[in-house]
């Protein structure tokens, strides 16, 4: 079965529609069926988390169609057996159960079921006190963005896009959903509105680098009077700039390109720039509660997931060990 939320044409439950829904919310009737659209369409805003979701509650439905059972049969030891036998890693498992524990809650305020039978189910344990995220020193950092030919108006975006992510520790998603309007000058000082998760306006001030690669971006490009337009954007077919903005998977793949060329880890990816540009800013004697401020984490124990100030053990260290 795939899943798909979609909108039901003039407010009424099709039989199509019923169809697209997993086979046992659709047997529980059509106010089991729309209390399930709305937990998708409704409730979760950001579509990055929705497709998510989405993914895991089928891949549970598909598996309780397997062992036949219907919603009212559902109970915490299921929930648990299904758990226990989910493939994957830790963090993939524990969203798989975060994403049924919520739909059931939904379901439960719905009054559709009586209790939520993934309340009490606990997922793997799993502790990250370092990211896996690969981090750039200063000087790579420095060496990637000097490496890029800024002769063209494809170069000026990218040093403008990755200078960006890296002086103000923005998520992929934010830089790319940017508009001309928010890179805007407050008295003498230039500052970026990033739109991060959850549909929170984080605003930073502009580090004078970055000021400077996209004044020249957005200079070349002549898009500085197009304030509702999108501010990175995407190439044709003849390298020129088009009204599209730039995608996700654009970035990723130009970040790779631009590494291997500059003899760069494979590794470096979107989420670099973040965790390149968090290090760099604790090296030089920031706090992790400003650069918790700056990256827009709800806690500070996300941005030193980024700290890898420590990660290096130094010769004089080891040789502490007197044996």
């Not at 709305?38 to 993914?55: G, L, M, P, S, V």
């Not at 992790?288 to 997931?305: F, G, V, W, Y």
Request: aromatic fraction near 8%; glycine fraction near 6%; hydrophobic fraction near 40%.
């Amino acid at each position: 079965m795939t899943l798909s939320v979609v909108p039901i044409p003039s407010g009424k439950l099709t039989r199509a529609g019923l169809e697209r829904l997993p086979p046992a919310i659709a047997r529980a009737g059509e106010k089991a069926a729309w209390r399930f659209i709305e937990f998708f369409a409704a409730n979760i805003r950001n579509k990055n988390t929705r497709a998510a979701y989405a993914h895991a509650v089928t891949q549970f439905f598909d598996w309780c169609e397997s062992k036949h059972l219907e919603l009212h049969d559902l109970r915490p030891a299921l929930i648990a057996v299904y758990i226990e036998q989910r493939k994957g890693s830790p963090p993939t498992v524990k969203q798989h159960l975060a994403a049924i524990r919520m739909l059931f809650d939904w379901l439960v305020i719905g009054q559709i079921v009586p209790m939520n039978p993934a309340a009490s189910v606990r997922g793997p344990k799993y502790v990250v006190k370092v990211g896996k995220t690969p981090v750039l020193t200063a000087d790579q950092a420095r060496q990637l963005l000097d490496s890029i030919d800024t002769a063209t108006i494809v170069g000026l975006r990218d040093r403008a896009l990755l200078g960006l992510m890296c002086y103000t520790f923005a998520r992929v998603s934010a830089t790319v959903n940017m508009k001309v309007e928010d890179y805007y000058q407050t008295g003498k000082r230039w500052w970026f509105r990033l739109h991060e998760k959850g549909g929170k306006r984080h605003e930073v001030p502009a580090h004078h680098n970055a000021e400077a690669y996209l004044d020249a971006y957005i200079a070349a490009a002549a898009i500085g009077d197009q304030k509702r337009s999108p501010l990175f954007r995407a190439i044709d077919r003849h390298r020129q700039l088009t009204d599209r903005p730039i995608s996700r998977t654009d970035v990723l793949r130009m970040i790779k390109r631009r590494a291997e060329d500059a003899g760069l880890p494979s590794s470096t990816c979107c989420h670099t720039f973040r965790a390149t540009g968090i290090t760099a800013y604790l090296e030089n004697g920031g706090t992790i509660e400003n650069a918790q401020a700056i990256a827009a984490h709800e806690s500070p124990r996300t941005t030193k997931l980024y700290d890898r100030t420590s990660d290096e053990i130094t010769l004089d260290e080891v040789e502490r060990i007197t044996i």
